[in-house]
């Protein structure tokens, strides 16, 4: 059963906060659509890491996304993290799609967005394992017990 995640782990590993998922819960179709309780999946884990990117990393407005927005989505949970990993999101106005990481740029006459996956998949395990494996620390010294016979 592939692995779903609740708002709150999200936010927690996407680093976000309460404000901006309500917010693209607004203004991104695929999320507007979803009922609130709805788990996400590994793919919208990767499509939210995209938004975010865009958003923090390029400056975009979430709401310029709204668009394209249910295509990043549908290609993102299409397939698996290391599928994914080894390809670049093309978002051209309101469409997107995926290609190979390798395959050569085609000349476009509008402006074009590249996302490299790997880095965003590659940082999204990471998240996971390191909150996967925490654990808070014993605060009294563990006391072997006894049976006892009877």
Known sequence: MPATFTQVQVRKVLDLLPETIRH????????SRRPRRVRFSQGDLVALAVV???VRNL?????ALAPSATAIFSLCNE??????????????GQTASLAHARSPEMARRNPVILVPLRPLVEGLSRELSVR???????????????????
């Open 52 to 54: 975010r990117e865009l």
């Open 132 to 150: 996967e494996t925490a654990q808070s620390e014993l605060r009294f010294p563990p006391t072997a017990l006894r049976r006892q016979r009877r």
């Open 59 to 63: 400056g975009l407005n979430s709401s």
């Open 24 to 31: 693209w819960r607004k203004v991104l179709p695929p999320l």
């Open 79 to 92: 397939k698996p993290w290391p599928a994914l990993a080894q390809c670049r999101l093309e978002i051209e």
